[in-house]
């Protein structure tokens, strides 16, 4: 019902119970024009045209008729491992600060370990009013001795969406920290957060694989942002 309702309207107005529609302190209100044309992309992009369910072209076609969701990408994770993780010589440091021009100061350097075999470096390197910029790389013993190589990441380009075939080496990623397994990147478009955007990696032995995407491209003043891309992690 408020569905259709929507279709056959103007504009949407968000009023609280104390301020009835009319009122001036409704609380905001937009236009609903391009509603149909969405709703109409959504039947077809998820094969609800002619269906029942649809939110536009509805028609006799019953719910069961609509395709299932495709199965999300499945990312196998490596054996933890409680090893403790390698560490960075002061002189690789050195390198990683001059060699990506860091401005910060701080050698705050955080470390873990990923697997048996190669260990997380998030090294502070642009630090802005409401965002970083950290360097990620990975050490990995070869003939006892640690190498640090820039991570390599399923897609570096800054409006990834979709994770490319080929990995893609990025050193320097926004608001990078490591915890509970996983990788977090992203940033605000403004303080206050209503904007941006935020990702989710986790480690497959080789490089860090999305498994979480969500993105917020216009500063509205909400902080749902809209996911769109998942991943399962095994």
């Known amino acids: 019902a408020h569905i259709a309702a929507m279709r056959a309207a103007s504009t949407i107005m968000l ?3 104390s301020s009835p529609a009319g009122d001036a302190n409704n609380l905001s209100d937009a236009s609903l024009g391009g509603f ?16 029942q369910t649809a939110m536009v072209r509805i028609g006799r076609r019953p719910a069961s008729t609509v395709p299932a969701a495709r199965a999300l990408p499945i990312i196998i994770r490596p054996r933890a491992s409680s090893a403790a993780p390698l560490r960075m010589s002061e002189a690789e440091q050195s390198a990683a600060y001059t060699g990506n021009a860091c401005s910060t100061s701080s050698r705050d350097i955080s470390y873990s370990r990923l697997d048996a075999n190669a260990t997380v470096a998030i090294i502070p390197c642009e630090l802005a009013a409401y965002n970083s910029s950290e360097l990620v790389y990975i050490g990995r013993l070869v003939n006892g001795r ?3 190589r820039s991570a ?8 990834n969406i979709t994770p490319s075939d080929g990995p893609v080496h990025a050193a320097l990623v926004g608001g990078a920290s490591y915890g509970d397994g996983t990788l977090g990147s992203g940033y605000r478009g403004r303080g206050i957060g209503d904007c941006g955007r935020s990702s989710t990696h986790a480690w ?13 491209p216009d500063c509205r003043g909400s902080h749902d942002w809209l996911t769109n891309w998942r991943a399962t992690v095994r």
Not at 204 to 216: C, S, V
Request: proline share 0%.
């Open 15 to 17: 009023s609280s119970e």
């Open 204 to 216: 497959d032995g080789q490089r860090f694989r999305l498994i979480e995407n969500r993105d917020m």
């Open 152 to 159: 390599q990441f399923d897609d570096a380009r800054e409006n």
């Open 36 to 51: 149909t044309a969405v709703g109409l992309y959504f039947d077809e992009a998820q094969g609800r045209l002619g269906n």
């Open 146 to 148: 640690a190498q640090w």
